[in-house]
């Protein structure tokens, strides 16, 4: 069964201080993994998509990564802005689009 | 604007009744999809649709009723609605790229 499990469930951190989000994936034909941000009381807002291990992609202060079992965010020295709970979601092959969540990551960056 | 709009916003109903959630959007994409988030159970889908004549349940489609209108609506009905169906709902639309959501609906059942 296709399943995205991410950790930690929360993450408290202080302006400036760099960490790492899990997601751990387990699907049977990878046709892309998604991370997304989430404010509370808002849709999901897309950041990246990574389709190969050994992908990176950057944005500003965030950077996934992608291996043929996990996928991390990197934040180097995130702001009080970065605060909101960050999504996982693969996309097995032959899924036709549909994709599945993992449960979140809700990040706190404290100034 | 934005590109995928719900409606309502907020809604509070009550055990027993008929409701219906609405979704449009404005990019142009053929396939749309019902998704519900609950705490600690992440986003699930519930209904998606790859053009106006094709329909398809997804993960928890009990309970639950769609309607394809045109490419830019698709809308989800409660037919009797329940307190465990008290969720977070989300509309999204998706191509070849990515998807986009729009701000979902809070739907309380007392």
């Known amino acids: 069964e296709d399943q995205v499990t991410q950790s930690p469930e929360a993450l408290r951190l202080q302006e400036g201080e760099s960490s790492s989000l899990n997601c751990s994936y387990t699907v049977s034909g990878l046709r892309g993994l998604f991370w997304y941000r989430q404010d509370p009381g808002k849709g999901p807002e897309f950041l990246f998509t990574l389709y190969s291990a050994g992908e990176e992609k950057e944005k500003e202060r965030l950077k996934a990564t992608l291996t043929k079992k996990e996928s991390f965010l990197h934040i180097t020295a995130p702001k009080p802005e970065d605060s909101a709970t960050y999504l996982c979601a693969v996309q097995a092959l032959g899924a036709t689009n549909k994709l599945i969540f993992g449960t979140g990551t809700l990040l706190a960056v404290q100034p | 604007d934005a590109d995928v709009t719900q409606t309502p916003r907020n809604r509070i109903t009550k055990t027993g009744k008929r409701i219906m959630l609405e979704c449009s959007q404005t990019k142009g994409h053929d396939r749309m999809y019902w998704y519900r988030q609950d705490p600690g159970l992440g986003l699930r889908l519930i209904y998606y649709s790859f053009d106006v004549k094709d329909i398809n349940k997804g993960e928890i489609s009990d309970g639950y009723s769609v309607s394809r209108q045109a490419q830019a609506k698709f809308s989800l009905s409660l037919e009797s609605a329940i307190p465990n169906q008290t969720a977070l709902y989300f509309c999204?639309?998706?191509?070849?790229?990515?998807?986009?959501f729009g701000s979902g609906t809070r739907l309380t059942v007392v």
């Open positions: 999204a639309t998706s191509d070849a790229i990515g998807y986009t």
